[in-house]
């Protein structure tokens, strides 16, 4: 059973029209714990870069962060990169039809082989490293787009349980990844070999947070996938499980971890 299917059908149904697909949007901005510490950094390290940056959403995937930054920056100009064509031309249409593709497009693009003809103050990478061969060219990628004082946000699973894999044999909750997660020496060694000067890793999904992530994805998603009929009583489930997945998503934000299973890492190109 893996993860990756269940999204792509929720993803179909709720990208139908712009109304339930910023629906779905808020949704995962909410239930994805990731997307809580992903917004916390944006909102950290937004007043490091100009007002009107230069954005790169690096594996934009639904375009959900792209929508989110696009809303919450408006002088940010941004390019959403996915290798998916699919991908790209949906939301392409989503931004046209929303008003906001006088400063966001979606571009296919392979990150292996990203060129930096283009420069970006700030470059997004959420739940995209894992799924890359080729890790230490893409983050050489990253640094060679980014304007001296650029910023990187990479969010990614980590060594301690990461794709949901504790142990030899364990089989990776999400099928498509590479490596089950990041040791956090060998990001952090990574990127500084890539260029970047500063690099602050730290774990996200603390005890707090895998709890969460159980009752508001897996739990739902291993239901789903046994029958499709359970997608009927998703919203009868989280109305009871919403208030305990809110509460232990606030505390996983605010706590410092000594481990999780995820990684989010804050790179510093100098001046």
Not at 35 to 57: E, G, Y
Not at 241 to 246: D, E, G
Request: charged letters at 20%.
């Amino acid at each position: 059973m893996h993860y990756d299917p269940i999204k792509e059908l929720l993803g179909r149904i709720f990208n139908k029209n712009t109304v339930l697909r910023r629906l779905f949007y808020s949704l995962l901005n909410v239930l994805l714990l990731r997307s809580w510490h992903v917004r916390k950094a944006l909102r950290k390290t937004a007043c490091a870069v100009p007002p009107t940056a230069s954005v790169l959403d690096a594996g934009m995937g639904f375009g959900q962060y792209t929508w989110w930054m696009a809303k919450r920056f408006r002088g940010w100009t941004i390019t959403a990169a996915d290798i998916k064509s699919e991908q790209v031309d949906d939301c392409n249409s989503f931004f046209s039809k929303t008003g906001i593709s006088d400063r966001v497009r979606a571009v296919e693009t392979d990150l292996a082989s990203l060129g930096s003809s283009h420069k970006y103050d700030l470059v997004l990478c959420v739940d995209v490293m894992e799924h890359i061969e080729e890790d230490r060219k893409v983050f050489s990628n990253f640094f060679n787009v980014l304007n001296p004082g650029g910023i990187l946000i990479v969010s990614t699973p980590s060594d301690r349980g990461g794709s949901e894999v504790h142990g030899e044999g364990d089989a990776s909750f999400i099928g498509e990844h590479v490596r089950n997660g990041y040791p956090i020496n060998e990001i952090n060694d990574k990127l500084h070999e890539a260029g970047f000067s500063q690099v602050n890793a730290s774990y996200t999904y603390g005890k707090p947070g895998s709890i969460a992530w159980k009752i508001s994805m897996k739990y739902p998603v291993t239901l789903v996938s046994v029958s499709k009929l359970f997608l009927l009583l998703l919203p009868f489930y989280y109305i009871v499980a919403m208030p305990f997945c809110l509460i232990l998503n606030l505390l996983d934000v605010k706590i410092s971890h000594r481990e999780g299973t995820g990684l989010l890492v804050i790179a510093l190109k100098n001046r």
